[in-house]
């Protein structure tokens, strides 16, 4: 499964982003897809979280700015970043809790990470 991240970018405060990943490859099922940023200097974070069922999980400080989704038949994730602020900067990584084939455990699957630039 390789997962591949785009949609980062240079942008001004305010602005907004919208970051896609889809995974390619053999994937039987998908049960969470989630994403994470790591800024400069700073430990990698949960940014948001979306299961199969489509219930999501925010952290506390992109509450009401960023809007994850999934479009299962395309194996694709989707972060939504509007009112985006100066530390919002980050890479940022996707990740996909998956099943390559009905007898096999899920895994995690990461994708390269994609950039996120955001000028004060």
């Known amino acids: 499964v390789q997962l591949q991240a785009s949609g980062g970018g240079l942008v001004q405060a305010g602005e907004s982003l919208r970051l896609s990943c889809a995974a390619s490859?053999?994937?039987?099922?998908?049960?969470?897809m989630s994403w994470y940023r790591q800024a400069p200097g700073k430990q990698r974070e949960l940014v948001a979280a979306?299961?199969?069922?489509?219930?999501?999980n925010y952290a506390d400080s992109v509450k009401g700015r960023f809007t994850i989704s999934r479009a299962n038949a395309k194996n694709t994730v989707y972060l939504q970043m509007n009112s985006l602020k100066p530390e919002d900067t980050a890479v940022y990584f996707c990740?996909?809790?998956?099943?390559?084939?009905?007898?096999?455990?899920?895994?995690?699957?990461w994708g390269q990470g994609t950039l996120v630039t955001v000028s004060s």
């Open positions: 990740i996909f809790t998956a099943r390559i084939s009905s007898r096999s455990d899920p895994d995690n699957y």
């Open positions: 490859g053999s994937v039987f099922s998908t049960n969470l």
């Open positions: 979306i299961t199969s069922g489509g219930s999501t």
